[in-house]
């Protein structure tokens, strides 16, 4: 697995997948390794994806200060990348709270990106995050019509009543995270556990990480293509708040992936790979 080194001397991993041209990868969890993405879908067939370890996950370092596990910290981890592969411009994709990182890269270095592609991102940085209330009307939208699912919504609206440390209740509400709940799905789940640093997850948005209305400000300068990929069921974020996303960037626009939730990679891989290879090659229709 390639290694380089970043500004304060960790060292950091990346794995290569396909052939084409680069596209860097930031994975979500938060601070989960990026083996999760696997080839996106198919993706790999016409990009060569650039999938980074964050500091502290995967075959990546541990930074010897662990503040820098805050996602404002590693925007300088994204920028060493960028420079290590020679690239004077990138196409960039991100998912779920790697879009956090993306965001404050793209506020740090806006006439670094191509294309900017988020992946069912979370947008706190931009000041505007999913809501329980938005959580709950995604999930809700196969309710009753699912079987089995109507426990998996049970479950769900008690974790946002504010029982979230109890590990039964998300263990029975993880179907509403996937558009499908096959073998795929489940396998998603239970790598998760093993490829997340939670020391690491829990400091990535903490206090200081965030100034939403600098980080809009910021985003007006950058000139990049930047699609926001929603799923239809996913309620982080619902496809209504990915167009106020889209919105913040100058020329954002929205792709709603049908039958998706949180990872439409997973949920229907073709549908995936052929959209985000259409914005890629081609930009915003």
């Known amino acids: 697995m390639p290694i380089f080194t970043t500004h304060d001397g960790t060292r950091l991993a990346y794995r290569v997948e396909g052939q084409g041209d680069p596209l860097i990868c930031l994975p979500g969890g938060p601070m989960r390794a990026a083996?999760?993405?696997?080839?996106l879908g198919g993706l790999a067939a016409t990009r060569r994806l650039i999938l980074l370890d964050l500091r502290g996950t995967g075959d990546s370092a541990a930074p010897a200060d662990e503040g820098t596990y805050r996602v404002d910290r590693q925007v300088a981890d994204v920028e060493a990348l960028r420079a290590h592969l020679g690239l004077e411009r990138m196409d960039l994709l991100s998912h779920s709270a790697g879009g956090l990182l993306?965001?404050?890269?793209?506020a740090a270095h806006p006439g670094r990106l191509r294309r900017l592609l988020m992946v069912t991102p979370n947008a706190t940085a931009l000041g505007l995050p999913a809501t329980p209330a938005h959580r709950l009307a995604a999930a809700r939208l196969r309710q009753h019509t699912v079987p089995g699912f109507d426990a998996a919504v049970a479950a769900y609206e008690r974790i946002l009543a504010g029982e979230d440390e109890d590990d039964a209740l998300w263990d029975r509400a993880m179907p509403v995270f996937y558009g499908r709940w096959d073998e795929n799905a489940r396998a998603d789940v239970e790598a998760g556990a093993r490829q997340q640093n939670?020391?690491?997850?829990?400091?990535y948005s903490g206090p200081g990480?965030?100034?939403p209305p600098a980080t809009r400000e910021a985003l007006r300068a950058v000139t990049a293509e930047v699609l926001v990929l929603?799923?239809?069921f996913d309620g982080n974020p619902p496809p209504v708040l990915a167009e106020e996303i889209a919105a913040v960037f100058p020329r954002g626009a929205v792709a709603v992936q049908p039958g998706a939730a949180h990872f439409p990679?997973?949920?229907?891989?073709?549908?995936?790979?052929?959209?985000a290879e259409r914005f890629l090659a081609e930009g915003l229709e």
């Open 230 to 232: 929603a799923g239809e």
């Open 102 to 106: 993306a965001q404050l890269y793209a």
């Open 265 to 275: 990679f997973l949920d229907d891989p073709a549908w995936f790979a052929a959209r």
């Open 209 to 211: 990480a965030f100034d």
């Open 35 to 39: 083996e999760y993405l696997g080839d």
């Open 198 to 203: 939670e020391k690491a997850a829990a400091a």
